[in-house]
């Protein structure tokens, strides 16, 4: 009898997890809980699932080998497939978004990993991406499918705000009536700024009419103020290449990376006085095919970039001096960390930032790989990829307990 795709990657994973064990003598021991946001259960395959819309899974992660493991019961997405996390930088406030339900779904974070529904806002449009503020107290979300916003909710203890408490249009100058895609958003560690990166429909529409001469590609810098007001930076928006499909800032303030999911490179910014951003001089960096997501170690030495197309990771070392990213080489002088097909949100570890996870949307599944500390290359964790439930969107960690987590000086 033949086992289906499903049941063989759950027989290598168990076997995967009892090895680990055994190797180390012990029960498995965690050092983070990592949350997924799938469209349904694919437990036994079929809509049975008492999530048929959308789920959060909660895996626990082993601080041996990075091996996950099924940790606290999964728990409904509260929406239709939910398409971004985000969460609060105390780790006890989880956030969700649904795009078919135009909502976000805020759930409290336990000690051990179990997530509780809390309280939710709707939104005007569809959700696309969010963050959190470093201090906890605003979430940035942008939304919209032909015209963007960045919209700021207070979050009191985590609770959502009934409300928008500011909202910003991105729009192109000389081109305010363009159709305009809003694909990501990252706030800085201080919380000074944040960024939100676009493209304009009207002028890049692959195999659709196009009718606008703009630019396509950029990334909309604001300031922050009280109360999560947004001032536009001097120059904003900035040119960012064709398709910026995601975007992040190093945590030491000095610079902003984005990739470009159309030319296959990422774009890499210096961050000047008034958080106004400027060109790398040396860029920009070549990736794999489609790039999608992209993520910083919590020392802000490495750049990790999912490939959607490739199926694969792209990893970089951080010039600090300078912000250069250069591709990290693994020993056997291979470039390609490959992971399941198409994945589309990639996370390190925040507690010691020693592992590497991607959402592989139609490979259902989370692929792993362990970091080396000193070189940035990647090397596939034990068992991996994990299967989860169907078409995985976005994946999020959080340390155990009071375990700490790692730290840069600027």
């Known amino acids: 009898m033949k086992f289906s795709k499903l049941r063989q990657l759950l027989l290598v994973s168990a076997i995967g997890l009892v090895v680990a064990t ?3 003598g012990c029960q498995l021991v965690t050092i983070d809980y990592l949350f997924v946001a799938t469209s349904a259960s694919s437990i036994s395959g079929s809509s049975s699932s008492t999530c048929p819309n959308g789920e959060i899974e909660t895996y626990a992660v082993d601080s041996q080998s990075g091996a996950i493991r099924t940790g606290a019961p999964q728990v409904c997405s509260g929406g239709t497939t939910p398409i971004a996390l985000a969460i609060s930088p105390g780790y006890q406030n989880l956030y969700v978004a649904n795009q078919v339900d135009m909502n976000i779904v805020h759930f409290a974070v336990a000690s051990n990993g179990v997530l509780t529904k809390k309280d939710s806002v709707s939104l005007g449009s569809v959700p696309v991406a969010m963050t959190v503020s470093p201090d906890g107290n605003t979430l940035y979300v942008v939304s919209g499918t032909t015209t963007a916003t960045l919209s700021t909710f207070a979050l009191s203890s985590g609770a959502l705000g009934t409300s928008p408490a500011n909202q910003a249009s991105l729009t192109i100058p000389g081109f305010t009536s363009d159709s305009v895609v809003p694909t990501n958003v990252t706030v800085l560690a201080n919380g000074s700024a944040v960024y939100a990166t676009a493209y304009d429909l009207s002028s890049y529409n692959p195999g659709g009419v196009t009718t606008s001469a703009a630019s396509p590609g950029w990334v909309f810098g604001f300031t922050t103020g009280s109360g999560g007001a947004l001032t536009p930076t001097s120059g904003s928006p900035y040119s ?57 170690d919590p020392r802000g030495k490495f750049i990790y970039v999912s490939n959607s197309l490739d199926s694969t990771v792209t990893a970089y070392v951080i010039d600090l001096p300078t912000g250069t990213p250069s591709t990290a080489v693994n020993t056997t002088g291979s470039q390609t960390n490959n992971t399941d097909t198409q994945p ?16 592989n949307y139609l490979g259902n599944s989370v692929s792993g790989f362990r970091l080396d500390p000193t070189a ?22 959080a340390p155990h307990g009071n375990h700490s987590t790692q730290t840069v000086t600027p």
């Open 240 to 296: 960012a290449g064709v398709k910026p499909s995601a975007v992040t800032a190093d945590p030491t303030n000095r610079f902003v990376y984005v990739t470009d999911f159309a030319s296959n490179q990422m774009i890499g910014y210096g961050i000047y006085t008034g958080n106004t951003l400027n060109f790398l001089l040396n860029g920009p960096y070549k990736t794999g095919g489609q790039p999608s997501s992209i993520a910083i």
């Open 22 to 24: 055994l190797f180390s």
């Open 344 to 359: 589309v949100s990639v996370a390190v570890d925040p507690a010691l930032g020693r592992y590497v996870y991607t959402a």
């Open 376 to 397: 940035g290359t990647l090397k596939q964790t034990q068992a991996t990829p994990y299967p989860t439930g169907i078409h995985p969107t976005a994946v999020v960690l």
